[in-house]
């Protein structure tokens, strides 16, 4: 019996784990993943060459390049055929239905992305066999969900063939075969509920700032038999948003801790953040460096983000798909995040310095706890944070308020809700005996912002701890302007360890800074954006302004 021809997928990957082709750590996970899932007999699912090959043979055949070299033919890279044999390739043993209905690809920027969804949206249309398929271009705003739509557009004028049973109606492409359309739809609830989706391409899911998009697509594929939700995205500066859980999801997938048979991801970034200087590293990000993206084009953003720092996470995050804080934050990612880890009940901590920013309702109530040990310089975080009940959900019932993850973050223990619309100051005390008798550490001292305390509270505190170790930071420029800058260099070097805590992260992130006319710094909303909280990165501050102070007192009892 004749050894079939291998199909560009098998290649692809073959490629990838023998080191012919430079991939980072995820890509080789799922290279071998995807390798024994074809060789496997077992099971539910199959993998078929004939369809895996028919929409890259369809998309070579009808569809033409949508911008620069208008009219040439689109000939595909080995790995978006690849991208595409793997969502096509899969089938179920018996009914021949496909097996990935949502895959998400997260490559660097001029790589292809929307020419290839466009050519896959217009397969899916014309080609899939689906009665009155909808194609669904979903996107933040109406500009970017046009992106993949005005790409297909343009394929479509340019093809006879698909021109002779696709035409333009309205703000939509309409296919006279099967009643489908491809149609252009931005986040708005209001239009998206209701549809009956084949197709979802969701473009640039990083720039969403809420779930509405993705979970009203995915929402939206239920009445048929083999959907697919499309997402194809860069990195982007919007944190603890969906990208980060969609990317998080993906992460676990590809490290067997999430068992998801429908869903498929494919991850193209950096291993290091050092890597981005190292042009033999960049094709990790660019799988199309040198064949649809320029090396020159990428040498020369290089070029300028080695000398323009504040250049510099545009291209880290859009070149080589690291995650980046806005560049008009404070705190860079780098300097914001922290992923090492400690387990509580094995560090022998004994005393720590408390930091606390109350509020009443609005802002997060925080509360901090720098710890440290004999002969270790890091300092070790504990955190907690309260909101009521009443300000938790947004008022639409849909999204959490900010634009942030709260209800996730409360499902994870990182945060607490109290009941009706104010935080009482005593949930404060609560915490300090909590981790006291929970976890045997004891509060050395308490740093508070007096503004926002009242006498009661601060009585409680002198009582648990002595009236000498409440300590009052005020707070402007004149206090904080030197902490700052020694808390940066701490966080520069990872020395301050919190468990990797998305909120903590998030709040400091959040952080610009207004100087006076001597150059000192403190702490302000990133654009005086109310939503943009840094009540965590308050209070740790005032922890670190106390643990400061107090250091070689506390370093007697530790």
């Given at each position: 019996?004749?050894?079939r021809?291998?199909?560009?997928?098998?290649?692809?990957?073959?490629?990838?784990?023998s080191?012919?082709?430079?991939?980072?750590?995820?890509?080789?996970?799922?290279?071998?993943?995807?390798?024994?899932?074809i060789?496997?007999?077992?099971g539910?699912?199959?993998?078929?060459?004939?369809?895996?090959?028919?929409?890259?043979?369809?998309?070579?055949?009808?569809?033409?390049?949508?911008?620069?070299?208008?009219?040439?033919?689109?000939?595909?890279?080995?790995?978006?055929?690849?991208?595409?044999?793997?969502?096509?390739?899969?089938?179920?043993?018996?009914?021949?239905?496909?097996?990935?209905?949502?895959?998400?690809?997260?490559?660097?920027?001029?790589?292809?992305?929307?020419?290839?969804?466009?050519?896959?949206?217009?397969?899916?249309?014309?080609?899939?066999?689906?009665?009155?398929?909808?194609?669904?271009?979903?996107?933040?705003?109406?500009?970017?969900?046009?992106?993949?739509?005005?790409?297909?557009?343009?394929?479509?004028?340019?093809?006879?063939?698909?021109?002779?049973?696709?035409?333009?109606?309205?703000?939509?492409?309409?296919?006279?075969?099967?009643?489908?359309?491809?149609?252009?739809?931005?986040?708005?609830?209001?239009?998206?509920?209701?549809?009956?989706?084949?197709?979802?391409?969701i473009?640039e899911?990083?720039?969403?700032?809420?779930?509405?998009?993705?979970?009203?697509?995915?929402?939206?594929?239920?009445?048929?038999?083999?959907?697919?939700?499309?997402?194809?995205t860069?990195?982007?500066?919007?944190?603890?948003?969906?990208?980060?859980?969609?990317?998080?999801?993906?992460?676990?997938?590809?490290?067997?801790?999430?068992?998801?048979?429908?869903?498929?991801?494919?991850?193209y970034?950096?291993?290091?953040?050092?890597?981005?200087?190292?042009?033999?590293?960049?094709?990790?990000?660019?799988?199309?460096?040198?064949?649809?993206?320029?090396?020159?084009?990428?040498?020369g953003?290089?070029?300028?983000?080695?000398?323009?720092?504040?250049?510099?996470?545009?291209?880290?995050?859009?070149?080589?798909?690291?995650?980046?804080?806005?560049?008009?934050?404070?705190?860079t990612?780098e300097?914001?995040?922290?992923?090492?880890?400690?387990?509580?009940?094995?560090?022998?901590?004994?005393?720590?310095?408390?930091?606390?920013?109350?509020?009443?309702?609005?802002?997060?109530?925080?509360?901090?706890?720098?710890?440290?040990?004999?002969?270790?310089?890091?300092?070790y975080?504990?955190?907690?944070?309260?909101?009521?009940?009443?300000?938790?959900?947004?008022?639409?019932g849909r999204?959490?308020?900010?634009?942030?993850?709260?209800?996730?973050?409360?499902?994870?223990?990182?945060?607490?809700?109290?009941?009706?619309?104010?935080?009482?100051?005593?949930?404060?005390?609560?915490?300090?005996?909590?981790?006291?008798?929970?976890?045997?550490?004891?509060?050395?001292?308490?740093?508070?912002?007096?503004?926002?305390?009242?006498?009661?509270?601060?009585?409680?505190?002198?009582?648990?701890?002595?009236?000498?170790?409440?300590?009052?930071?005020?707070?402007?420029?004149?206090?904080?302007?030197?902490?700052?800058?020694?808390?940066?260099?701490?966080y520069?070097?990872?020395?301050?360890?919190?468990?990797?805590?998305?909120?903590?992260?998030?709040?400091?992130?959040?952080?610009?800074?207004?100087?006076?006319?001597?150059?000192?710094?403190q702490?302000?909303?990133?654009?005086?954006?109310?939503?943009?909280?840094?009540?965590?990165?308050?209070?740790?501050?005032?922890?670190?302004?106390?643990?400061?102070?107090?250091?070689?007192d506390?370093?007697?009892?530790?």
């Amino acid at each position: 019996m004749a050894r079939r021809k291998q199909t560009a997928l098998e290649r692809y990957c073959r490629s990838i784990l023998s080191g012919k082709t430079v991939a980072c750590a995820k890509m080789r996970k799922l290279a071998e993943r995807l390798l024994a899932d074809i060789r496997s007999r077992k099971g539910r699912w199959v993998f078929d060459p004939e369809l895996a090959e028919r929409p890259v043979r369809f998309i070579e055949e009808f569809c033409k390049v949508p911008s620069g070299r208008i009219g040439r033919p689109l000939v595909l890279e080995d790995y978006e055929k690849a991208w595409i044999e793997t969502i096509f390739g899969f089938v179920d043993r018996k009914t021949r239905l496909r097996r990935y209905t949502e895959s998400f690809i997260c490559v660097a920027r001029k790589n292809g992305k929307s020419s290839l969804a466009a050519a896959v949206e217009l397969y899916m249309l014309v080609a899939d066999g689906e009665g009155a398929p909808q194609v669904i271009n979903a996107a933040n705003n109406l500009d970017q969900a046009n992106l993949s739509y005005s790409a297909a557009l343009r394929m479509v004028r340019q093809s006879g063939d698909i021109a002779r049973h696709v035409r333009k109606q309205e703000d939509r492409l309409y296919c006279d075969l099967n009643m489908g359309y491809i149609k252009p739809m931005a986040a708005n609830a209001s239009t998206l509920d209701g549809l009956d989706v084949h197709m979802a391409v969701i473009d640039e899911i990083h720039a969403a700032k809420t779930r509405d998009v993705y979970d009203l697509m995915k929402q939206a594929t239920a009445a048929r038999e083999q959907p697919l939700v499309f997402t194809i995205t860069t990195n982007g500066f919007v944190r603890n948003s969906v990208f980060d859980a969609q990317y998080d999801y993906a992460r676990r997938w590809l490290d067997g801790e999430i068992d998801d048979e429908r869903f498929v991801a494919f991850i193209y970034e950096l291993d290091d953040r050092s890597e981005w200087e190292d042009e033999s590293c960049w094709i990790k990000a660019n799988p199309g460096l040198g064949t649809v993206k320029s090396v020159e084009y990428l040498r020369g953003q290089v070029a300028k983000a080695k000398e323009d720092p504040a250049y510099r996470p545009t291209v880290l995050t859009k070149d080589f798909n690291m995650p980046e804080n806005a560049s008009i934050a404070w705190l860079t990612f780098e300097e914001a995040v922290n992923e090492e880890t400690f387990d509580m009940a094995e560090m022998g901590f004994r005393y720590g310095v408390c930091g606390f920013d109350a509020s009443d309702t609005t802002d997060l109530t925080s509360a901090q706890m720098l710890m440290m040990r004999p002969d270790d310089e890091r300092i070790y975080e504990a955190s907690m944070y309260w909101l009521p009940e009443e300000t938790v959900m947004a008022a639409d019932g849909r999204n959490d308020r900010d634009g942030a993850p709260y209800r996730l973050w409360i499902a994870r223990g990182l945060m607490r809700t109290v009941p009706g619309n104010k935080v009482d100051k005593r949930v404060l005390i609560e915490w300090l005996l909590e981790m006291r008798d929970e976890h045997d550490v004891y509060p050395y001292a308490v740093c508070v912002d007096p503004w926002h305390m009242d006498d009661s509270t601060l009585r409680d505190l002198e009582l648990l701890v002595g009236k000498g170790r409440v300590l009052k930071i005020r707070q402007g420029a004149l206090t904080l302007s030197e902490p700052m800058k020694r808390i940066r260099a701490d966080y520069r070097a990872n020395r301050i360890v919190d468990n990797h805590n998305p909120v903590n992260e998030w709040c400091r992130m959040n952080v610009a800074v207004k100087a006076d006319v001597n150059m000192n710094i403190q702490p302000d909303k990133k654009g005086m954006n109310p939503k943009n909280r840094i009540d965590g990165f308050a209070a740790e501050l005032d922890a670190y302004v106390g643990l400061q102070n107090l250091m070689a007192d506390y370093l007697q009892v530790v």
